[in-house]
Nanobody, 118 residues
Framework: QVRVDESGGGLVQAGGSRRLSCAAS????????MGWYRQAPGKEREFVAS???????NYADPVKGRFTISRDGAKNTVYLQMNNLKPDDTAVYYC????????????WGQGTQVTVSR
């Protein structure tokens, strides 16, 4: 059974930092891209950041310059370093994984809550 486990969520004050981690089990297969999405209360899930197997990254405009995505291919792990957090960043953050045999993200984590207080 494939596992996608996130960690690192919690409560942080505005202006603070938080690092999220996501690890996929070895049996997930060859990973093409890994990413992060988030869903705030009453809103739809939205893209945050992604990174490909070659290290190419992409960020949503609201987080550019504040968030950094990275990955450790040997460990099937992706990280999201979040700096200068704002209350609008409050959301459940989901890890997403796309394997080479899929054209879209086909594995998702259970989500981790990040709450930014004023």
């Amino acid at each position: 059974q494939v596992r996608v486990d996130e960690s690192g969520g919690g409560l942080v004050q505005a202006g603070g930092s938080r690092r999220l981690s996501c690890a996929a089990s070895r049996n997930i297969g060859a990973i093409n891209a890994m990413g992060w999405y988030r869903q705030a209360p009453g809103k739809e899930r939205e893209f945050v950041a992604s990174i490909t197997s070659t290290g190419s990254t992409n960020y949503a405009d609201p987080v550019k310059g504040r968030f950094t995505i990275s990955r450790d291919g040997a460990k099937n792990t992706v990280y999201l370093q979040m700096n200068n957090l704002k209350p609008d960043d409050t959301a459940v953050y989901y890890c997403a994984i796309r394997t080479w045999d899929s054209y879209r993200y086909n594995y998702w984590g259970q989500g981790t809550q990040v709450t930014v207080s004023r």
